[in-house]
């Protein structure tokens, strides 16, 4: 199994052969690829801001709220910044980028600094115990991502193969039924 910034494969070492994948759609076309595919969820992206932020009252905050300030992205190549890109540019926003990084903990944390604001995935929402940040929902409407794991039907499906997608599906069941903070 690797690692890419756009997704998680499973397949050969060389990786000339794709077993499957999970990943933010994105808006990618896979669809009319010869794939089996299942869609795990859609999950909300969340804006993160500096504790004592100007938007940290505000008991509604849009898209329009957002137009200069500094936004913390992560680099280009990685699905999650065209979705937020995307979404904010559905409402004619331009997020002012001033500063990228490869991980999403390092995004909390320029947060933290003061350095900008940002949108976080849900799951990454819920395992951040930092006092630091607040997480707020946009509205009126929220953006999302979809969490997709696709494979190739053709080829031979081994037990390890349908045990490691069942367990995925598990795990994202296992979450959304999980308590959120």
Request: glycine share 6%; net charge positive.
């Amino acid at each position: 199994m690797r690692h890419s910034s756009r997704c998680w494969m499973w397949g050969d070492e060389m990786g000339e052969e794709l077993d499957g994948s999970v990943f933010e759609s994105g808006g990618q076309s896979w669809w009319s690829l010869p794939i089996a595919n299942g869609a795990l969820e859609c999950e909300e992206l969340f804006l993160v801001l500096p504790k004592g932020h100007a938007l940290e009252s505000r008991r509604r905050i849009a898209t329009g709220d957002l137009e200069g300030e500094r936004f913390i992205m992560l680099d280009e190549e990685h699905c999650l910044s065209d979705s937020i890109l995307t979404f904010c540019r559905q409402d004619a926003t331009q997020p002012l980028v001033m500063e990228r990084t490869s991980q999403l903990m390092m995004v909390q944390e320029l947060v933290s600094l003061g350095h900008g604001v940002s949108m976080i995935p849900a799951m990454v929402k819920e395992t951040d115990r930092s006092k630091k940040r607040v997480y707020r929902s946009l509205a009126p409407t929220r953006p999302t991502r979809r969490i997709c794991m696709v494979w190739d039907d053709r080829r031979f499906h081994s037990r390890v193969h349908e045990a490691f997608r069942e367990r995925v599906r598990e795990a994202v069941r296992g979450r959304k039924k999980a308590p959120r903070r």
